[in-house]
């Protein structure tokens, strides 16, 4: 069946340094990948989507890359804040489809 | 300009009493979707509606039927409430065409006892 990893640990960095975040998936060809910043009692909210062709997408401090050879998506938040603290999600879609696969988030804490 | 706009926000219930979850949006997307959270598990889709006037099955669709009463509102509803159904559900919209970005409201938080 259709799996999407992230790591469940959460991810501790100091303020000013760059957060890398891991997406794995198998037994999937997705066309776009997403990720999804969720807060506390809040909804997702969301923030880049890539294309299967597409290696690498920024957006301000936001970087993603996509490799469909490695099955992998990384998810980078340069020059970090307290304030991106959260749980980032990491969704996969096939094309055209509407039945997009969410993966369980990993919890960001950001220490100033 | 509210979004996605879900009530009620908190509910409890008793088992085998039913609810309807009700969602409202105000984007003008053409499709909404209904999804579950769960500890420790990614949202997994319930139902969604594509377009206007259409309904689909998801992932886990059993023990829900949901309602597109017109392009703003995509109601769920729980006929029989059991306790593997207690969860936090989020209502979403995007624009039409699948592989959108979704646009989420706040939740609902289902406790059934």
């Known amino acids: 069946s259709q799996k999407i990893e992230q790591n469940s640990e959460a991810l501790n960095i100091q303020e000013g340094k760059t957060a890398t975040l891991t997406c794995n998936y198998t037994n999937y060809s997705p066309a776009y990948l997403q990720w999804y910043r969720q807060d506390p009692g809040r909804g997702p909210v969301f923030l880049l989507l890539?294309?299967?062709?597409?290696k690498e997408k920024r957006k301000e401090r936001l970087k993603v890359t996509f490799d469909t050879t490695l099955k992998q998506s990384l998810f980078h938040i340069t020059a970090s804040q307290p304030a991106d603290s959260a749980t980032y999600l990491c969704a996969l879609d096939g094309a055209g489809g509407f039945k997009t696969i969410f993966g369980a988030g990993t919890r960001l804490f950001v220490k100033a | 300009n509210a979004g996605v706009t879900q009530t009620p926000k908190f509910q409890v219930l008793k088992t085998g009493q039913s609810m309807t979850l009700q969602c409202a949006q105000d984007?003008?997307?053409?499709?909404m979707y209904w999804y579950r959270q769960d500890p420790g598990m990614g949202l997994r889709l319930i139902y969604y509606?594509?377009?206007?006037?259409?309904?689909d099955k998801g992932e886990v669709p059993n023990g829900y039927n949901v309602s597109r009463l017109n392009k703003r509102e995509f109601s769920l509803r729980l006929e029989s409430a059991a306790p593997s159904q207690t969860s936090v559900y989020f209502c979403?919209?995007?624009?039409?065409?699948?592989?959108?970005?979704?646009?989420f409201g706040d939740g609902t938080r289902l406790s059934i006892l």
């Open positions: 890539i294309r299967e062709n597409e």
């Open positions: 509606s594509a377009s206007e006037g259409t309904t």
């Open positions: 984007m003008n997307h053409n499709s």
């Open positions: 979403a919209s995007s624009e039409e065409g699948g592989n959108q970005p979704q646009h």
